[in-house]
């Protein structure tokens, strides 16, 4: 399925992939984004290559272990000490120049960046922590997928393959929480900003691997360029990427997320958000300036689904090995049809025709409106009172780094992840193999999740509450005309 363009000069109000906006001269073209697609991150790929001379990475094939490292066996059986390369960073910086670079870089704090406001944004993310998290796996991950160009790269990690996508999932968890745990975390040395800088030397591995591959095949094969077209994709992992992950996070949960589940954010909440991503862009060495204002997020955000949207047979094959990983899962042991129906209602039916997700029917989208209005009344509540607020957030942070990382027993990660290179790309496996799919229970023996348990009984109330609110009304109305009529 090939993008839908928009013609540069044609102003005015657009529909494209479910999403209206107001196309104006202010929005970038495609053409405008492209040389973004050819420019990286150079700081932390010169730091990468000095560490790798440094302390060199295992030449060997790692397998992921359980606590977030790689079991890293030498060919003659002696253990090799783990490699960690935000330690290595911090150990070298003062001495080699090309690693002292990126420390310099991420420890200069940006005079735009207010401390105080940034703990506004993070509790934001928890005020709406149900939604958000909503919003990040199924419009942004997993719609995310409809970038055709991007997907080529995720494609090549397997870290979205139907068994690594949910683990996968869970480390992406911890990065999120941490970021927005406390402003402790997010300054130098916090768990946030360690986690950022980590993703950011991950990126940069994941780039020199694929390269490397593509270029070792080049040789091999003059003029092929079977294993990723560099030309045509530009670099794995650009700015363009860079700048398409940021608003996933940020544009994506205020624009399109939190409204289609009733939510809107409040002015003040919105500009706290995005400062906050905006470090956070700046900490992972993705461009940040597009995410100064409210205004030119959301153009970045708008354009980047003119740009970007292109989804391919790869890109439906990832978002349902997502879907498996999740599917009947703890903590929310949600089945596939529920999942399905979320896709269905947050990213509309023309994604989810383009991603190849299935339509669960009409009971399983009228969940997820009973969870829609489980979130809209119980974030309205909680925001309109600010003592139950701050008791609210304090009882979501905890509520879940005990379900998505520290209590392994209720489908936890386990461990702290210190991403590594665990998902190698190789030229073994070009690509991601589609998962079967998952199985689906008779309906005798279905049990309903809590996630759905919780969505049946707000449709109930509501449907309850408005079938109230219409009888009174009738009641009312024949009364007042039959008086009339009376006199």
Known sequence: MGRQEIPDDEYGWRSHWGVKFNWTPEHHTPKELEPLIHTYDVVATECLERLDEIS????????????????????????????????????????????????????????????EQLGRGQKVFFRYAGPVLMTLTFVGLLG????????????????????????????????????????????????????????????????????????AMAVSRPGSSSYYDARTLGVPISDLDCVGTINEFACEVVWIGLPRQGIIMRPGEI????????????????????????????RMMESLIVSETCPTSRS??????????????????????????????????????????????????????????????????????????????????????????RDKSKGGLGYTSKFPLKYVPSSDRPATQRGPGSAIAPDSKRKMSRTERTALISLSLAAAIMGTVLWVSVRGVVRLAVAWAGN
């Not at 490699?83 to 690693?99: F, G, I, N, Q, S």
């Not at 997010?186 to 593509?214: K, M, N, T, W």
């Not at 190849?356 to 969940?367: C, F, H, Q, R, T």
């Open 271 to 298: 500009e706290d958000y995005l400062a906050l991503w905006r470090y956070v862009a700046y900490l992972m060495g993705a461009p940040h300036d597009w995410l100064a204002t409210p205004g030119s997020a959301r």
């Open 316 to 405: 439906a094959a990832l978002a349902n090995n997502i879907l498996d990983g999740l599917a009947s899962q703890p903590p929310t042991y949600a089945s596939r049809e529920f999942l399905c129906a979320t896709v269905w209602w947050l990213d509309g039916p023309e994604v989810a025709r383009a991603l190849e997700v299935s339509w669960p029917g009409w009971y399983y989208y009228a969940l997820v409106l009973g969870q829609c209005v489980f979130f809209a009344v119980t974030c309205y509540l909680n925001r309109s009172v600010a003592w139950l607020d701050e008791r609210n957030i304090k009882l979501v942070r905890h509520i879940l780094y005990e379900a998505f990382i």
């Open 56 to 115: 060199p990475p295992p030449s060997f094939t790692a397998a992921p272990k359980q606590d977030g490292t790689e079991a890293t066996t030498k060919p003659d059986g002696e253990k090799q000490k783990r490699r960690d390369l935000y330690e290595l960073l911090r150990e070298h910086a003062a001495t080699e120049p090309k690693v002292g670079r990126l420390w310099d870089e991420i420890h200069t704090v940006p005079e735009w960046v207010d401390w």
């Open 144 to 215: 995310g997928m409809t970038s055709g160009r991007a997907v080529e790269t995720l494609d090549r990690t397997g870290g979205f393959g139907a068994d690594a996508a949910r683990r996968r999932l869970l480390e992406t968890m911890q990065h999120t929480l941490d970021v927005h745990r406390d402003v402790a975390s997010i300054r130098p040395g916090g768990a946030g900003f360690e986690d950022s800088v980590r993703v950011r030397l991950l990126h940069a591995a994941v780039r020199r691997r694929i390269l490397a591959i593509q270029a």
